[in-house]
Protein backbone atom coordinates (compact mmCIF):
# COMPACT_ATOMS: atom_id res chain seq x y z
CA UNK A 1 0.00 0.00 0.00
CA UNK A 2 3.11 2.60 0.36
CA UNK A 3 2.74 3.48 -3.76
CA UNK A 4 -0.73 5.07 -2.75
CA UNK A 5 -0.72 8.26 -2.07
CA UNK A 6 -4.09 8.38 -0.42
CA UNK A 7 -3.51 5.67 2.25
CA UNK A 8 -1.47 6.81 5.50
CA UNK A 9 1.09 4.08 6.93
CA UNK A 10 -1.87 1.94 9.07
CA UNK A 11 -3.84 1.63 5.80
CA UNK A 12 -6.06 4.13 6.63
CA UNK A 13 -7.85 6.79 3.92
CA UNK A 14 -6.03 10.01 4.20
CA UNK A 15 -6.26 12.81 2.40
CA UNK A 16 -2.77 14.12 1.15
CA UNK A 17 -0.72 16.70 2.55
CA UNK A 18 0.50 19.19 -0.13
CA UNK A 19 1.26 22.30 1.95
CA UNK A 20 5.29 21.74 1.59
CA UNK A 21 4.95 21.16 -2.44
CA UNK A 22 5.79 23.90 -4.75
CA UNK A 23 3.38 25.76 -6.75
CA UNK A 24 3.60 25.23 -10.31
CA UNK A 25 0.95 25.91 -13.13
CA UNK A 26 -0.72 22.12 -13.69
CA UNK A 27 -3.12 21.56 -16.82
CA UNK A 28 -4.97 18.25 -17.31
CA UNK A 29 -7.04 16.97 -20.32
CA UNK A 30 -9.75 14.32 -20.50
CA UNK A 31 -12.16 13.10 -22.72
CA UNK A 32 -15.11 10.83 -23.18
CA UNK A 33 -17.60 10.20 -25.18
CA UNK A 34 -21.55 9.47 -25.75
CA UNK A 35 -22.79 7.43 -28.37
CA UNK A 36 -26.41 7.41 -29.87
CA UNK A 37 -28.48 6.83 -32.45
CA UNK A 38 -28.31 9.14 -35.42
CA UNK A 39 -32.14 11.21 -35.33
CA UNK A 40 -30.78 11.54 -31.62
CA UNK A 41 -27.42 13.27 -33.05
CA UNK A 42 -29.40 15.32 -35.05
CA UNK A 43 -31.82 16.49 -32.36
CA UNK A 44 -29.05 17.63 -30.27
CA UNK A 45 -26.95 19.01 -33.56
CA UNK A 46 -30.43 21.01 -34.87
CA UNK A 47 -31.23 22.11 -31.37
CA UNK A 48 -34.49 20.65 -30.98
CA UNK A 49 -34.63 18.29 -27.56
CA UNK A 50 -38.07 19.54 -25.82
CA UNK A 51 -35.64 20.27 -22.98
CA UNK A 52 -33.64 23.26 -24.46
CA UNK A 53 -30.10 23.79 -25.77
CA UNK A 54 -28.31 20.22 -24.98
CA UNK A 55 -24.64 21.16 -25.48
CA UNK A 56 -25.05 24.66 -23.34
CA UNK A 57 -26.84 23.10 -20.67
CA UNK A 58 -24.14 19.94 -20.54
CA UNK A 59 -20.86 22.46 -20.78
CA UNK A 60 -22.13 24.65 -18.10
CA UNK A 61 -22.65 21.31 -15.90
CA UNK A 62 -19.45 20.07 -17.12
CA UNK A 63 -17.64 23.22 -15.56
CA UNK A 64 -19.29 23.50 -12.35
CA UNK A 65 -18.47 19.78 -12.12
CA UNK A 66 -14.93 20.31 -12.07
CA UNK A 67 -15.27 23.27 -9.24
CA UNK A 68 -17.09 20.72 -6.99
CA UNK A 69 -15.04 17.91 -7.60
CA UNK A 70 -13.62 17.90 -4.00
CA UNK A 71 -17.40 17.74 -2.82
CA UNK A 72 -17.79 14.36 -4.97
CA UNK A 73 -14.69 12.78 -4.57
CA UNK A 74 -13.81 11.98 -0.95
CA UNK A 75 -10.09 12.91 -1.00
CA UNK A 76 -9.70 15.15 -3.25
CA UNK A 77 -8.57 18.74 -2.50
CA UNK A 78 -10.61 22.06 -2.82
CA UNK A 79 -8.81 23.97 -5.54
CA UNK A 80 -8.78 27.24 -6.79
CA UNK A 81 -9.46 26.67 -10.49
CA UNK A 82 -8.29 29.25 -13.21
CA UNK A 83 -9.73 27.56 -15.90
CA UNK A 84 -12.51 25.08 -17.15
CA UNK A 85 -13.03 24.10 -20.22
CA UNK A 86 -15.47 21.71 -22.14
CA UNK A 87 -15.94 21.33 -25.43
CA UNK A 88 -18.14 18.98 -27.91
CA UNK A 89 -17.38 17.51 -31.01
CA UNK A 90 -20.28 15.79 -33.18
CA UNK A 91 -18.92 12.96 -35.00
CA UNK A 92 -21.44 11.99 -37.44
CA UNK A 93 -19.85 8.92 -38.63
CA UNK A 94 -20.04 6.83 -35.44
CA UNK A 95 -23.53 8.96 -34.17
CA UNK A 96 -21.59 9.79 -31.19
CA UNK A 97 -20.54 13.30 -29.19
CA UNK A 98 -16.86 13.62 -28.02
CA UNK A 99 -16.39 15.67 -24.77
CA UNK A 100 -12.95 17.17 -24.03
CA UNK A 101 -12.46 18.89 -20.52
CA UNK A 102 -9.69 20.97 -19.89
CA UNK A 103 -8.86 22.05 -15.89
CA UNK A 104 -5.89 24.58 -14.84
CA UNK A 105 -4.81 26.52 -12.09
CA UNK A 106 -1.38 27.73 -10.48
CA UNK A 107 -1.40 25.04 -7.02
CA UNK A 108 -0.02 22.59 -5.00
CA UNK A 109 -1.58 19.24 -6.60
CA UNK A 110 -3.16 18.43 -9.95
CA UNK A 111 -6.24 18.91 -11.83
CA UNK A 112 -6.71 15.70 -13.31
CA UNK A 113 -9.39 14.65 -11.22
CA UNK A 114 -11.51 17.86 -12.01
CA UNK A 115 -10.92 17.12 -15.76
CA UNK A 116 -12.33 14.16 -15.19
CA UNK A 117 -15.26 15.24 -13.05
CA UNK A 118 -16.44 17.80 -16.19
CA UNK A 119 -16.13 15.43 -18.67
CA UNK A 120 -18.25 12.53 -16.58
CA UNK A 121 -21.13 15.25 -15.86
CA UNK A 122 -21.14 16.57 -19.13
CA UNK A 123 -21.47 13.14 -20.55
CA UNK A 124 -24.22 12.50 -18.03
CA UNK A 125 -26.24 15.53 -18.92
CA UNK A 126 -26.44 14.72 -22.52
CA UNK A 127 -27.58 11.36 -21.53
CA UNK A 128 -30.35 13.38 -18.93
CA UNK A 129 -31.14 15.65 -21.64
CA UNK A 130 -31.99 13.40 -24.16
CA UNK A 131 -32.80 10.27 -22.54
CA UNK A 132 -36.43 10.56 -23.57
CA UNK A 133 -35.71 10.38 -27.14
CA UNK A 134 -33.11 7.50 -26.58
CA UNK A 135 -32.90 5.78 -23.55
CA UNK A 136 -29.94 3.39 -24.96
CA UNK A 137 -27.00 6.04 -25.14
CA UNK A 138 -24.30 4.72 -23.92
CA UNK A 139 -21.18 6.56 -22.46
CA UNK A 140 -17.81 5.22 -22.69
CA UNK A 141 -13.98 6.34 -22.98
CA UNK A 142 -14.03 8.40 -20.27
CA UNK A 143 -9.68 9.10 -19.16
CA UNK A 144 -6.74 11.48 -19.06
CA UNK A 145 -5.60 12.62 -22.02
CA UNK A 146 -2.46 14.35 -20.82
CA UNK A 147 -1.35 16.60 -17.86
CA UNK A 148 1.33 19.22 -17.69
CA UNK A 149 2.82 20.00 -13.84
CA UNK A 150 4.30 19.23 -10.80
CA UNK A 151 6.43 16.92 -9.33
CA UNK A 152 5.84 13.87 -11.87
CA UNK A 153 5.77 16.33 -14.66
CA UNK A 154 3.73 15.72 -17.89
CA UNK A 155 1.83 12.33 -18.85
CA UNK A 156 0.40 12.17 -22.57
CA UNK A 157 -1.86 8.97 -23.28
CA UNK A 158 -1.40 7.04 -26.12
CA UNK A 159 -3.65 6.87 -29.02
CA UNK A 160 -6.35 5.09 -29.10
Known amino acids: MSGLTHIDAAGRASMVDVAQKPVTERIALAEGRIVMRPETLAMIRDGSAKKGDVIATARIAGIMAAKKTHELIPLCHPLLLSKVQ ?37 CLTLYDMAKAADKGMRIEGIRLIEKHGGKSGSFIADAG
Open 86 to 122: VDFELDEAASAIRVTAMAKLAGQTGVEMEALTAVSVA
